[in-house]
């Protein structure tokens, strides 16, 4: 019987394949791709016509084009498909038995998702990251209540049943209808600090002020709607939260920089809850399926190409507000607050 999977995990095994099939990504000869399977640690040989597969519990060949195969299947199943979970194609699952795959996504502690060794097999490996716009994109930086920042309501007092009237508001736009509400009220949102602590210090390792200005990107980003982070980025020049000269925004690109040492910590490894001290982990880049299947790899050593990749192709989400936790008042010691997620993703196009 077919089973099923999601796109997100057909479209790793479909990246892997195509790797495989093709021999190079990005124009650059691929030797071996290593991969963490049920049993451990694979070895993936390219060859002229063959793939040699090296593994404590496997030693085994399979054609290259018998891969090809596979892939387009998969990509085939992924693009006809309207819904986020797809069927196995006819002889697919045969196929993995015979590989001896049963994990679609690699199961990894260091959130690598395959390793590449390029040009030569004795090459260092490369950990990769994969993402695709074949399927609901996995997040650089994914929300969650330790990715809020808090906002102090200041300007009024607003008594209880106030604040419970701003916190009932129910509407599509619930959170920016609420901070205007608060506004109306004659209340002031001003940006107090990142609620976890774990979280802030991370954000103060790119620059001890980056919390204000992520904090304002945040605040005009459900006002007004601005997702992208290039865009966001052009209004905070004029904007300027932060109060730093003309000098410093416009000929040395202050605010554009920040946000891309932000962006390749992100792609790079950083996450919320966890320290970032500002060594790299063991991703070293991304790959990215494009919608129509076609693989680009960005790699930390073509540094420019890659920041200016995540630049223009970044773009803010709304996580799950009860998830979240965020977009409502509540009350800590006394103050009441208003926070905003953070939640960052590459963008479909």
């Known amino acids: 019987m077919p089973f099923e999977a999601t796109k997100r995990e057909w479209s790793e095994l479909y990246a892997f394949f195509?790797?495989?099939?093709?021999?190079?990504?990005?124009?650059?000869?691929?030797?071996?791709?290593?991969?963490?399977?049920?049993?451990?640690?694979?070895?993936?040989?390219?060859?002229?016509?063959?793939?040699?597969?090296?593994?404590?519990?496997?030693?085994?060949?399979?054609?290259?084009?018998?891969?090809?195969?596979v892939a387009e299947l998969i990509l085939s199943a992924i693009k006809s498909s309207s819904d986020d979970v797809v069927v196995s194609p006819d002889g697919v699952e045969e196929f993995l038995d015979e590989?001896?795959?049963?994990?679609l996504e690699a199961q990894t502690e260091d959130r690598t998702d395959l390793s590449i060794a390029f040009w030569h097999p004795e090459a260092p490996l490369i950990g990769f990251s994969i993402y695709s716009r074949l399927s609901k994109m996995r997040s650089l930086?994914?929300?969650?209540?330790?990715?809020?920042?808090?906002?102090?309501?200041?300007?009024?007092?607003?008594?209880?049943?106030t604040v419970n009237k701003v916190n009932a508001l129910d509407s599509p736009n619930e959170?920016?209808?609420?901070?205007?509400?608060?506004?109306?009220?004659?209340?002031?949102?001003?940006?107090?600090?990142?609620a976890d602590r774990v979280f802030r210090c991370n954000l103060l390792m790119i620059d001890l002020h980056f919390p204000r200005l992520l904090a304002e990107m945040l605040r005009i980003m459900q006002l007004d709607g601005i997702m992208r982070i290039n865009e966001l980025t052009e209004t905070m020049k004029t904007i300027n939260p932060l109060k730093i000269k003309e000098e410093l925004i416009n000929k040395h690109g202050f605010y554009e920089f920040k946000m891309k040492q932000f962006l390749m910590a992100l792609a790079l490894g950083m996450r919320p809850a966890k320290i970032y001290n500002?060594?790299?982990?063991?991703?070293?880049?991304?790959?990215?399926?494009?919608?129509?299947?076609?693989l680009d790899c960005y790699h930390k050593s073509d540094k420019?190409?890659?920041?200016?990749?995540?630049?223009?192709?970044?773009?803010?989400?709304?996580?799950?507000?009860?998830?979240?936790?965020?977009?409502?008042l509540e009350r800590e010691n006394g103050i009441w607050y208003f926070k905003l997620n953070a939640k960052i993703g590459l963008s479909k196009r």
């Open 18 to 69: 195509h790797l495989l099939a093709n021999g190079k990504i990005n124009d650059k000869p691929i030797a071996v791709i290593q991969r963490t399977e049920h049993d451990g640690l694979r070895k993936y040989y390219i060859e002229k016509e063959n793939i040699c597969i090296e593994g404590e519990k496997i030693n085994k060949k399979i054609l290259r084009e018998d891969i090809q195969t």
């Open 99 to 103: 590989l001896a795959i049963y994990n």
């Open 141 to 161: 930086l994914d929300g969650g209540r330790t990715a809020n920042l808090k906002f102090e309501l200041t300007g009024v007092k607003f008594a209880v049943p």
């Open 175 to 194: 959170v920016p209808d609420r901070m205007m509400l608060i506004e109306r009220l004659g209340g002031i949102l001003k940006y107090a600090d990142v």
């Open 278 to 294: 500002g060594t790299d982990s063991a991703i070293e880049g991304i790959i990215l399926i494009h919608g129509n299947g076609e």
């Open 304 to 328: 420019k190409e890659f920041e200016d990749f995540l630049f223009h192709n970044t773009r803010f989400e709304k996580g799950a507000i009860e998830k979240d936790k965020y977009g409502y």
